[in-house]
């Protein structure tokens, strides 16, 4: 595709309304080729995020600009958003600064990768039902949080946990704990800055564990496009084949959960190379609405029957 053309002077004076500002903005994303994906499914629901962040409209009072004359300030603000996605590839998210997963609304910016994970329909009904009374569900940990919002979503569903959320970006975490203050939620969710779940392994057991890690392989990453590459590399890349992070969490996890406890992790497009990786451990895949059923469950007993003690990795 060729690089996209600035527009004229001549034709953004010609926009008046919202809805002008709207067809201008989904006529140019299109043409750019700019890509979804980050929270967004299509042009239109970007384009009316940054018009509801430029005139400071809830999203559903915006039909109420759509056929009046936006202010000098609203129409340059919107056409300074749009130009900053089409022309720098900055990702809307980032660009109105927040990101809404499960109803809820999470700060953000270029510390942390812009939420849009499964988790947000299994974390309701799927996951629990594998779990003891949502009441008697404890400990709860997060691998890899980023800004936190799935420990936030799992620390309102199981009321009674305490959820220990690690991360390994010291920066991710300066954003999780701003939405985990947010959220009133500092009593009950604990951040950590470790590799893994290395600095849990010493503490509680866990009734529950899961992680979207980081496990695009390098090669993927490296044909991305670019408003992917505006996030951390960090929150995307796990080594050659993607499972440098999940392989450790498996091992960890063999050793901080209770005994009838669950391991749940996203891992992309990794589902033949988790068989191949682990080819006698029992993993189930959890339906999606989309099909993609990319999230694994996996049991404390299995990992503990199919995985070497640590004794036993070390030689003993
Ligand atoms: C795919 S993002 C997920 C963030 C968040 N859970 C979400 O769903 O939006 C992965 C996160 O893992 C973190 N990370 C990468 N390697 C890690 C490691 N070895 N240990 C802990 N966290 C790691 C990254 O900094 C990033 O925040």
Excluded at 19 to 39: P, V
Excluded at 113 to 137: G, H, K, N
Excluded at 183 to 189: D, E, G, P, T, Y
Excluded at 272 to 294: R, S, V
């Amino acid at each position: 595709m060729s690089a996209p053309q600035r527009p004229t002077p001549a034709a953004t004076a010609r926009l008046k309304t919202g809805g002008d500002c709207l067809r201008f903005a989904n006529r140019l994303f299109k043409s750019a080729g700019i890509a979804h994906g980050q929270g967004f499914v299509n042009a239109e629901e970007e384009s009316l995020t940054l018009l509801g962040h430029a005139t400071g409209l809830a999203w559903e009072k915006l039909p109420s600009c759509f056929k009046r004359a936006l202010t000098a300030k609203e129409k340059a603000s919107f056409l300074s958003l749009v130009e900053r996605r089409v022309f720098d590839r900055v990702p809307t998210g980032y660009l109105v600064g927040e990101a809404w997963l499960g109803g809820l609304r999470f700060r953000i910016d270029e510390r942390v990768i812009i939420p849009r994970s499964y988790f947000v329909e299994l974390i309701p009904e799927a996951i629990p039902q594998w779990l003891p009374p949502v009441a008697q569900v404890t400990d709860v940990a997060d691998i890899c949080t980023g800004s936190g919002c799935l420990a936030i979503l799992l620390a309102k569903r199981f009321p009674k946990a305490h959820v220990h959320a690690t991360d390994l970006s010291a920066e991710a975490l300066e954003v999780a704990a701003l939405n985990v203050a947010d959220h009133k939620l500092a009593k009950r969710v604990t951040l950590h800055e470790t590799d893994t779940m290395t600095a849990l392994l010493k503490g509680p057991k866990f009734d529950l564990i899961l992680s979207n890690p980081p496990y695009e392989p390098e090669g993927i990453y490296r044909r991305l496009p670019a408003e992917f590459k505006k996030e951390p590399k960090g929150s995307l890349v796990s080594g050659k084949d993607g499972l440098d992070v999940i392989r450790k969490l498996l091992a960890q996890a063999r050793e901080t959960l209770k005994p009838h406890g669950i391991l749940v992790i996203e891992v992309g497009g990794l589902q033949k190379a988790m068989h191949l990786a682990w080819p006698k451990l029992p993993i189930m895949w959890l339906p999606t609405a989309d099909g993609a059923d990319c999230v694994c469950l996996i049991h404390a007993s299995d990992l503990r029957r199919e995985l070497p003690s640590p004794g036993a990795r070390r030689g003993r």
